[in-house]
């Protein structure tokens, strides 16, 4: 039952839009088999969600072969922009009066939902030895302003899998 609630606030709360990617149609991809996290990364994300798209995302990169590596092949740097969605649900209220030649009337709404938050998130793939961007990848995840940790979770390993799952260039 719990984890049917979790898919169901991940449905909810963790909708993600298409992944935009972009690549240097120069380089040979097939020649990346290690990786690690940028020195300097800056995700822009607080330590726990940076921890949970961290994890996710070594999860999936090992998942394809590749292997962290303190002498990497290339680099992988994430940030993040966010911004407030506001809600357009809303419940009207209305008061009027009328008749012949004049007429009144009073309304307003009330919001049913709070905000959410959108974050957009960017993966850089850097060649190691070039220090040169050499693929991009760019999704965005809607989180409730109450998300779970859960919750959380699965919207980040949802965004980690639709974006990665584009690299390389040209498998699917």
Same mark, same amino acid.
């Given at each position: 039952?719990?984890?049917?609630?979790?898919?169901?606030?991940g449905?909810?709360?963790?909708?993600?839009?298409?992944?935009? !990617?972009?690549?240097?149609?120069?380089?040979?991809?097939?020649?990346?088999?290690?990786?690690?996290?940028?020195? +300097?990364?800056?995700?822009? @994300?607080?330590?726990?969600?940076?921890?949970?798209?961290? !994890?996710q995302?070594?999860?999936?990169?090992?998942?394809?072969?590749?292997?962290?590596?303190? $002498?990497?092949?290339?680099?992988?740097?994430?940030? $993040?922009?966010?911004? +407030?969605?506001?809600?357009?649900?809303?419940?009207?209220?209305?008061?009027? $009066?009328?008749?012949?030649?004049?007429?009144?009337?009073?309304?307003?709404?009330?919001?049913?939902?709070?905000? $959410?938050?959108?974050? +957009?998130?960017?993966?850089? @793939?850097?060649?190691?030895?070039?220090?040169?961007?050499?693929?991009q990848?760019?999704?965005?995840?809607? @989180?409730?302003?109450?998300?779970?940790?859960?919750?959380?979770?699965?919207?980040?390993?949802? !965004?980690? +899998?639709?974006?990665?799952?584009?690299?390389?260039?040209?498998?699917?």
């Open positions: 039952m719990r984890a049917i609630k979790i898919f169901l606030l449905l909810l709360f963790g909708a993600c839009s298409v992944a935009k !990617v972009d690549y240097d149609r120069n380089t040979d991809f097939s020649h990346y088999r290690t990786f690690n996290f940028y020195p +300097e990364m800056n995700s822009g @994300l607080n330590q726990l969600d940076e921890k949970r798209i961290v !994890v995302t070594e999860t999936f990169l090992a998942g394809k072969g590749f292997v962290k590596s303190d $002498s990497p092949d290339m680099y992988v740097n994430i940030f $993040s922009r966010q911004y +407030e969605t506001p809600n357009n649900s809303s419940v009207g209220i209305g008061i009027g $009066s009328g008749g012949r030649g004049g007429g009144v009337g009073i309304s307003g709404g009330i919001p049913i939902r709070s905000n $959410s938050t959108t974050q +957009e998130i960017t993966f850089d @793939l850097i060649d190691a030895g070039k220090e040169e961007l050499i693929w990848g760019i999704s965005e995840v809607k @989180l409730g302003n109450n998300s779970s940790p859960e919750a959380r979770e699965q919207a980040y390993k949802k !965004v980690v +899998e639709k974006v990665l799952g584009k690299y390389p260039p040209g498998k699917k």
